[in-house]
């Protein structure tokens, strides 16, 4: 993590679903495994500042993977909402979007256990959220304050999402393996320092390969 004076703790919006499989403080002899998800072009469409749950568009293959995940992972999401940072939609906004969103999911036998949000932008909005925090991917707080809540091994645990700072999120967090999926931004990701584990071209593939890794 970086550990600049200038970054301080990030208190992330957390949604836990009402059909969660699991409750936060789990007893500390109960150690998980977790797939954790990117929103915005992961599993959903990224049309730049979503404010109203009527516009998501789910992506293909989205139930299906996280049916083929949930027997073995906990599914968590975790992902960067600026758009409460620049008085878009509030917090209680936010998680109605997230209410919608888990519950077609829901409907449709695909279980989310929480949604982590990071609503702050050091460069964007008014005090609480115009702050540097270590949230924000890739700074990896979403991802450990879950582990935190959930007992996460994070060392068996992975990270799926379509942006290389999902990516350096990831692994800063130590997980076991890092999946960037297909989009404008894979393309630069060779000329980067930061390099996924895997590439996948859509989020069946990159379920798949979670699955053969994980049984390796």
Same mark, same amino acid.
């Given at each position: 993590?970086?550990?600049?004076?200038?970054?301080?703790?990030?208190?992330?919006?957390?949604?836990?679903?009402?059909?969660?499989?699991?409750?936060?403080?789990?007893?500390?002899?109960?150690?998980?495994?977790?797939?954790?998800?990117?929103?915005?072009?992961?599993?959903?469409?990224?049309?730049?500042?979503?404010?109203?749950?009527?516009?998501?568009?789910?992506?293909?293959?989205?139930?299906?993977?996280?049916?083929?995940?949930?027997?073995?992972?906990?599914?968590?999401?975790?992902?960067?909402?600026?758009?409460?940072?620049?008085?878009?939609?509030?917090?209680?906004?936010?998680?109605?979007?997230?209410?919608?969103?888990?519950?077609?999911?829901?409907?449709?036998?695909?279980?989310? /256990?929480?949604?982590?949000?990071?609503?702050?932008?050091?460069?964007?909005?008014?005090?609480?959220?115009?702050?540097?925090? /270590?949230?924000?991917?890739?700074?990896?707080?979403?991802?450990?304050?879950?582990?935190?809540?959930?007992?996460?091994?994070?060392?068996?645990?992975?990270?799926?999402?379509?942006?290389?700072?999902?990516?350096?999120?990831?692994?800063?967090?130590?997980?076991?393996?890092?999946?960037?999926?297909?989009?404008?931004?894979?393309?630069?990701?060779?000329?980067?320092?930061?390099?996924?584990?895997?590439?996948?071209?859509?989020?069946?593939?990159?379920?798949?390969?979670?699955?053969?890794?994980?049984?390796?």
């Amino acid at each position: 993590m970086n550990n600049s004076a200038n970054i301080v703790g990030c208190q992330p919006i957390i949604y836990r679903p009402s059909n969660t499989r699991l409750r936060i403080k789990t007893s500390s002899s109960q150690k998980h495994k977790a797939i954790f998800f990117d929103r915005d072009g992961t599993i959903i469409e990224d049309i730049g500042y979503l404010t109203h749950a009527s516009n998501i568009r789910f992506l293909l293959g989205v139930e299906e993977s996280i049916q083929m995940l949930q027997d073995k992972f906990l599914i968590i999401v975790v992902t960067n909402q600026s758009v409460v940072a620049r008085g878009l939609i509030n917090e209680h906004d936010l998680s109605r979007i997230h209410r919608s969103l888990v519950e077609h999911l829901y409907v449709k036998g695909a279980n989310i /256990d929480a949604i982590y949000s990071c609503p702050h932008h050091p460069d964007s909005g008014s005090p609480p959220y115009n702050i540097q925090c /270590d949230g924000r991917k890739p700074q990896p707080g979403m991802l450990l304050r879950a582990a935190t809540d959930f007992n996460i091994q994070l060392n068996q645990s992975y990270l799926i999402g379509d942006k290389l700072s999902d990516i350096h999120a990831g692994q800063r967090a130590e997980v076991c393996a890092t999946i960037l999926l297909k989009s404008p931004k894979m393309e630069v990701a060779t000329t980067l320092e930061v390099r996924p584990t895997f590439f996948a071209q859509s989020l069946i593939e990159a379920t798949k390969l979670v699955l053969e890794h994980s049984a390796a």
